[in-house]
């Protein structure tokens, strides 16, 4: 069974669905009025306000971690040393020695270390990777979101941990490279060392690039992908009900007779229908699979080791 | 009278519009059959194909210059050396040394040397700077630039020259500060060492922040500018037809009964009718006004030189 | 106290706000087990399968009507002769005569007899109505509506019982007027009788019109109203999140120097924020208003018995 | 050679595509000014007030027709009874006996009577026959237009003349049918008797439907054509740029399981390329085909035909 550690925003939506599922067996946090609340949701599920007690049950096979960021590293590396499999929300840490540790220890004991990366669950951007694996794009010159937004104002992580980790997973997901420089830059206006504008550039060994525009200062609601391929560009709108993926026939062009001369061409546009799946749903079923033995759990480990990696070089740009 | 020299491109514009206002004394172009198709259009004025015998010339009391980028330097410096007022097509100069030489030549010899930021004349761009002095937006934050498109492919000037300008122009126009820190990447991928894709990040003394995103290879068509002030938040957007400016009042806010928290607000949005106004007309309005004494011909040069200066600093960041 | 009859669909919202206002004081649904799963969030609420019982229950004083549309007339005069006060879903009865015989049941016995028009309780339709009342539009000449959409396909109402029934409520209420002239056209192509697509004409003694485009097999979703008044004219679109409401200085205009001939004049657009308050909430706060005697409950029966005089005239029209 | 008469607004764009096809031989008007104006940009055209001396020109082969629109019948008339083809703009006649009398004086003489519908030359417009011919929006149940703007105010044609001759050749081009219903409301508000704001409707032998929502007093400027097919529906949207014609996978369906109850489906939506030539050129080149020989000239006479009927019979319900 599954037991779930840390009821507070997001907690309780993992809790249904491993319950939806048939999975969920435990409950688990510090709050007892919280506890219950939730508890009294799934009958015949267990709570417990002690995180050692959980690990201590022979019955929980694998912790689900939605506490506080600051947390998440000291939590998931007990549970890989009680020998739990774990799905930990992001990021999993915020220093990659912190992450490098717990893959290592995934490693070792051979369990599965997830990060709740929500995005790379979602039907559209699972279309962007289908469109580049396909080959549909072209090579892939350039990536870059803006998340941006008059949106909650955070005083304890600035935009580039809680809006640009979103953007940072997919980017690296769909390139499926590690950056060789990241750069960023940005401002705190409004709380001392708190970024509310953040803007990062990154470059791959393979000469591609990607950057991030994120803010939480904006008069625009965006919540945007752009992929820039040789052959055609596609494009991930999250605030589309219904044109969540858009797909371009444009790209530059050689005519033989131009003398080499570049121009461009522009052709159809398809938005292809998308499955409104929820990603939370296709997450966890991911995480069961993973538990159950399919799939790559070294590679999904190292994913999201990679995340924190460049994170941590983008706050040292940042800040350095 | 009015002398225009480059006859390419933009050249024929600004002979229309000299021509309009009734001080179009002379045309000049190397090329020949160029020169006759154009001056056919305005009998009465003289025409040459060398620039020589323009400057000679004792009717001509200031030199318009919109000639390919890489001799606007020499042209400027020689009409300046001969006593003409100057106008020239946009940048300038492309070093620092270079625009800072020219500068110090006009100021010399007290004529005028203005660079034809044609955007400078937009009225929503005046319609921006307006609601910035007037205070309505309460102190600027944060500007950003987004100009990209699937556009022509330039080969021997880069995103930055070629698009970057033109944001630049406002940017500096509506801060009126010379940035502390300028960092430009991007990537060279249709010819090699021409950044088709340009991303830049100014830093001001003030602590105010700026952004450009600069593309030929993208499949949005935006020419759009973002001011965030700390009391609204202003948009001109030169795709819109009827909607070139929107303010809106969205900003963070401090509740007194939070405890300091930061919150947000959002109230009403107002896109105020700009003037239809052709931008060219009432630039070369302006020169002949700096011409005939009024305004401030000093700061106009002084503003040139300082986008210049900016370019020749991103463009280090870029290729160093 | 309040009892709501008929827990399907819309019931349990009207339940639940009652709830919230602490009124509600009795259930009934003829479904023994929908009376039960809803009666289950309620405790301290009496339940019933009978509406006999309710009726006849002392501390029930006003009744809410929530059945479906073919059982609203006969119960809610059921409701009147019992001496109760009734909130009844759209529309109160299918037929003029219908409407008519319950406005003079209330009126005789001094009862409130309010349909639930759901729109003219959001707050983006009360700005409509401030607008229009404060003169700021000018004379209103023409209102439409567009309620398109690839939607629910229904079988036993038409597109003007089911989608019509909204934007009449809504144009009744801001031209307060009832129409001289109600033209229906449109055609059943799914269903025998049940029209898909509907077009509406209405003219008012007063020379305005009205339009409404009703259909559910549609590519476009749009929920929105139009109002072009002499002066300005104002659009409440449903369909966006932040702009409900847009007023634009939009207007035809004789310029003194023009020798009578109309020209257009064009000015800022302004989009005032508009509250996010439920409807729903509002409607029944009203209704407990109306029932202490607060605000004019015979205008509020007679605005109702309009609405359904006109779809009465409408449906004749569709079918002569 | 061509003829073209009447060099007003819209004349010298005709003239001036057919002196790019190499026919431009005459040009006629009446004011002087006009005509020298216009000539002097085609050397080696001879130019005339009379149009009695156009039509004895023996190498006049065909005529032009772009005068004001109550003179059209009646120069067409006397084009072709001086055995000239004619291409008349549109409307060709006000009347449904008049534009009969000019469909058999044509067909009695074997000449070519075309009609100057420039959208039906539109690629967009193209595209949406080509999709419907093709079958590819199964059966079409419902065509209507919106064509609404705050315009230009006209005193002497009312909106359905001036505006609603557009969208009607367009739907009754691509349903290929005559109608058997038209209905026309609306009000003059301005002018006495010019009404500014129209509402058709149409009903077709086949059941099909059409609508127009015609205005020239609207917040909104729309230029639409929406077509409902039974499979698939198209949108062509003159106020796109890039975006003319949209294609929905959009549906009712009736899935076999579900005992005849209706179902929508909603698929992925496509954005064809269209062709970015110029309608004018197109209309013009088909007028020389025509008079080659090539094409259905009865056919394109009688098209014109209709589209006068279906505009007398809604000029007698709008103010029948």
């Not at 033989?256 to 546009?269: A, H, L, M, N, V």
């Amino acid at each position: 069974m599954i037991g779930v550690v840390g009821l507070g925003y997001w907690g309780p939506n993992l809790a249904r669905n491993f319950a939806e599922l048939g999975r969920l067996g435990w409950l688990c946090d510090r709050d007892e009025a919280l506890l219950g609340s939730v508890a009294g949701r799934y009958p015949g599920t267990r709570a417990t306000t002690s995180f050692d007690e959980l690990l201590a049950a022979d019955d929980v096979e694998a912790v689900v971690i939605a506490t506080p960021v600051p947390t998440h590293h000291e939590l998931a590396k007990q549970a890989l040393l009680a020998g739990k499999h774990v799905l930990v929300e992001k990021p999993p840490a915020m220093r990659a020695p912190e992450i490098d540790e717990l893959v290592d220890l995934a490693a070792e004991r051979d369990l599965v270390l997830m990060p709740g990366h929500l995005l790379l669950y979602h039907p559209a951007v699972r279309k962007l990777k289908e469109l580049i694996v396909a080959g549909e794009l072209g090579d892939v010159l350039c990536v870059y979101g803006n998340r941006q937004n008059l949106g909650i104002v955070r005083t304890n992580e600035n935009a580039l941990w809680s809006l640009g980790v979103h953007d940072l997973s997919v980017i690296l997901y769909l390139l499926d490279e590690e950056p060789s420089e990241a750069v960023a830059h940005g401002r705190d206006f409004l709380t001392d060392g708190v970024e509310d504008v953040v803007f990062c550039y990154l470059r791959f060994p393979s000469g591609k690039i990607a950057h991030m525009h994120l803010s939480w200062l904006d008069p625009h609601k965006m919540r945007k992908l752009t992929v820039v391929g040789r052959e055609k560009m596609a494009v991930f709108d999250d605030m589309e009900l219904e044109r969540k993926v858009t797909v371009y026939e444009k790209a530059p062009w050689k005519r033989t007779d131009s003398y080499g001369e570049w121009q461009t061409r522009s052709g159809d546009i398809w938005i292809p229908k998308v499955p409104t799946d929820e990603p939370l749903k296709l997450e966890c079923q991911e995480f069961l699979r993973l538990i159950a033995g399919e799939g790559d759990r070294r590679k999904v480990a190292e994913d999201g080791a990679r995340v924190v990696r460049a994170l941590d070089k983008l706050t040292e740009s940042l800040h350095g």
